[in-house]
């Protein structure tokens, strides 16, 4: 089985700078996924990382490290059109049409 | 609009009653993907066409619940005898080949249909 750990919540104040951690084990890893997703709506796709390193768009940077099962997504500057669930989603090689595998999501929320 | 939709948005049923989902990919795309979701979880995946290929189904998917994409366009999701226990958010999310050179398989979501089931 596949097992993505990432906190349940975090709460940080607008302006402020929120790291995400996610942990995953996997026997065959195949990138790496983001999504935001705001209450009753749908995921929407942040970042994409299949190599290690940082990947930055913007606000949002994510960064990987195959190594040692770890990625964490960084928000700056937070908004609080932040407050979301942050949700972690890994590939398989095994999988390789590209069925994801997600963690319980992180919800952030952002206070004033 | 280009995104993914799906219809209806929200559903209430009675226990025993069979209902169908359907979802519209991006047109470009051949892969759909058939998600479900509930509170406080990530989303787990049900099943995947790639065109009309339906190529698997997850252990979560038993059999009172079919999927077809009969043309390779549009998706329809059936529960029978629907049950309390899949009460859920129903969501479908589409992406294009992978192998394609510079084009990511994202897979992109659509605003998915809530289930309740009385």
């Known amino acids: 089985g596949q097992n993505i750990d990432q906190p349940t919540e975090m709460t940080a104040t607008e302006g402020a700078i929120v790291q995400i951690n996610c942990t995953y084990q996997?026997?065959?890893?195949?990138?790496l996924f983001w999504y935001q997703q705001h209450a009753g709506e749908a995921p929407t796709f942040l970042s994409y990382n299949v190599l290690d390193g940082l990947e930055e768009k913007g606000r949002f940077s994510s960064f990987l490290s195959r190594s040692k099962g770890y990625s964490y997504l960084l928000l700056k500057e937070l908004q609080m059109k932040d407050s979301a669930s942050y949700l972690c989603?890994?590939?398989?090689?095994?999988?390789?049409?590209?069925?994801?595998?997600f963690g319980a999501g992180t919800q952030v929320v952002v206070t004033p | 609009d280009t995104g993914v939709s799906q219809d209806p948005r929200h559903k209430i049923t009675k226990r025993g009653q069979n209902v169908t989902f359907r979802c519209d990919p991006i047109s470009e795309h051949n892969r759909l993907y058939w998600y479900r979701q509930t509170l406080g979880q990530g989303p787990e995946f049900l099943t995947y066409f790639q065109n009309e290929a339906q190529l698997e189904k997850s252990r979560l998917l038993s059999d009172r619940f079919s999927a077809e994409r009969p043309k390779g366009s549009f998706s329809t999701l059936e529960i029978q005898r629907t049950e309390q226990g899949d009460s859920a958010m129903y969501l479908c999310?589409?992406?294009?080949?992978?192998?394609?050179?510079?084009?990511?398989?994202?897979?992109?979501f659509g605003p998915g249909t809530r289930l309740t089931v009385l």
């Open positions: 996997t026997s065959g890893f195949n990138g």
């Open positions: 989603a890994v590939k398989m090689t095994t999988d390789s049409w590209g069925k994801l595998q």
């Open positions: 999310a589409s992406s294009p080949a992978a192998g394609v050179r510079g084009i990511t398989d994202t897979q992109y």
